[in-house]
């Protein structure tokens, strides 16, 4: 259990909001503009609307079961330990997965200053990739206040641009409203799950809030709140002011501050952006390569490879190199991602409506169970990866706990450790 730091309502509804408003605001309006024209802004819309149900009922686990193991932890609670396994794996593999993507979109902005294109953006990707793993080998950490600030400076940065840009808004622009019809609309929303990860961190807050019962709704409407009006402000005014141009943009933001300020804009969004990527993707090596060494001490990982935390650290930073290298686009590679998040949220609020009470908390899980069910399902094809994850986690828990139940497998008098109470010894690395 997390020890109580007395959190305040406006200080958990800030770092709630940091832990959603993340790097994919600085190029998702083009990626949704691009799936569905104009008509992303229902997309928008609609996963605003989703966030309410789905952060009330991560907030509602962390209040009632406040752990910082989150999403993982209520699958096992719920469902057993295989599920646990599976939640762990899908959101591990997602990390390295994601790491190009998150890179991408700042590439772009540092790409749109310096020239170089592809180029230019894989060797912003392999920066921040390194510096990030460096980081984490000597034990470097961004405070939470640092983090909280990056958050607070990329809101700022948001609410100058749509007021900068308002101006040069056209009503023109939202015809033809919807390009590619219903299902441009519902490719957009799949995309746009990447801008709504995060919500699942409000269970880990819950315990530290000076009265959880109390306070922790009032900071997540707080958060939704503020999250909602700037996405949708954002992705609006994108969409009025940038036109059809803003589907082939690699920095929407740069390009809406271009038009409403000038000058040298572009060279400041693409530092914010490289220190804001620089920031999350620190914050997502610390807590994964962590999450590997969790796994393999419970027997759900192989311990030769992720028992410690920098072979933990190193499996992700070389697998991050790996995927980067894949033959896949920006696009297809955030729809794989987010389709690991997609999946995590599913167990998760499947969890919720087994562990929570009363009648109004199991409608709320309930809606926000079928909603997340509903954009897995619009994640499409890329979905696959997420069910191959688990499938090949609960393979592996099997295999495991087929030889461990094989009487041959250790020798009478040996002295082999018991995999599940005594796992080898691992490399050491600091905390």
Same mark, same amino acid.
């Given at each position: ?19 959603? /408003?993340?790097?994919?605001? *600085?190029?998702?309006?083009?990626? $949704? ?5 104009? !008509? ?45 396994? !599976? ?6 593999? !997602? ?36 510096? $990030?793993?460096?980081?984490? =080998?000597?034990?470097?950490? #961004? ?27 056209? =009503? ?26 995060? =919500? ?20 997540? /409407? #707080? ?21 059809? !141009? ?12 271009? *038009? ?40 759900? /990982? ?31 590679? $955030? ?41 897995? =399902? ?8 997420? /069910? ?44």
């Amino acid at each position: 259990m997390t020890a109580r730091t007395d959190l305040s309502v406006s200080q958990g509804a800030a770092l709630s909001v940091g832990a959603v /408003l993340g790097t994919g605001l *600085i190029s998702l309006p083009a990626l $949704a503009a691009d799936a569905a024209g104009p !008509a992303s802004l229902l997309a928008w819309l609609a996963l605003i609307v989703l966030s309410a149900p789905l952060a009330w009922t991560f907030a509602a686990l962390g209040a009632r079961y406040p752990d910082g193991g989150g999403v993982s932890t209520y699958a096992g609670m719920a469902f057993g330990p295989k599920v646990s396994a !599976a939640v762990g794996w899908t959101f591990y593999f !997602a990390v390295p997965l994601g790491a190009p993507v998150a890179a991408g979109f700042t590439g772009g902005y540092v790409s749109d200053v310096l020239g170089g294109g592809r180029g230019t953006e894989m060797a912003t990707f392999l920066a921040l990739v390194t510096v $990030a793993y460096l980081m984490n =080998w000597f034990g470097l950490r #961004i405070s939470g206040r640092v983090q909280v600030g990056l958050s607070v400076a990329l809101a700022t940065m948001l609410v100058l641009t749509v007021i900068a840009a308002l101006p040069h808004a056209r =009503w023109d622009n939202l015809t033809p409203f919807a390009p590619h019809g219903l299902a441009g609309v519902g490719a957009a929303a799949a995309l746009l799950v990447w801008g709504f990860a995060g =919500w699942e961190a409000l269970s880990s807050l819950s315990a530290e809030y000076r009265d959880p019962r109390r306070d922790v709704p009032r900071a997540t /409407l #707080i958060a939704v709140a503020v999250v909602g009006v700037l996405y949708l402000a954002v992705a609006a005014v994108s969409v009025l002011a940038l036109g059809p !141009a803003l589907a082939g943009s690699r920095a929407p933001l740069a390009d809406l501050l271009a *038009i409403g300020l000038g000058g040298p804009v572009r060279l400041l969004t693409a530092v914010i952006a490289v220190v804001l990527t620089l920031g999350a993707m620190n914050a997502y090596f610390a807590g994964s390569s962590r999450l590997g060494v969790a796994l393999a001490r419970d027997g759900a /990982l192989p311990a030769r490879v992720f028992g410690g935390q920098r072979r933990s650290l190193t499996f992700i930073y070389l697998a991050g190199i790996g995927c980067a290298l894949l033959p896949f686009d920006l696009h297809t590679a $955030a729809l794989l991602t987010t389709g690991c998040f997609t999946l995590v949220y599913v167990i998760g609020t499947a969890a919720a409506l087994r562990l929570l009470p009363g009648i109004g908390a199991r409608l709320v899980a309930g809606t926000a169970f079928t909603a997340v069910v509903g954009l897995l =399902w619009l994640n499409g094809a890329p979905a696959l990866l997420s /069910l191959v994850i688990a499938g090949a986690a609960l393979l592996y828990q099997a295999i495991r706990r087929a030889r461990t139940d094989r009487p041959s497998s250790i020798r009478s008098g040996s002295t082999a450790p018991n995999p599940t109470t005594s796992p080898p010894a691992t490399d050491r690395s600091p905390v």
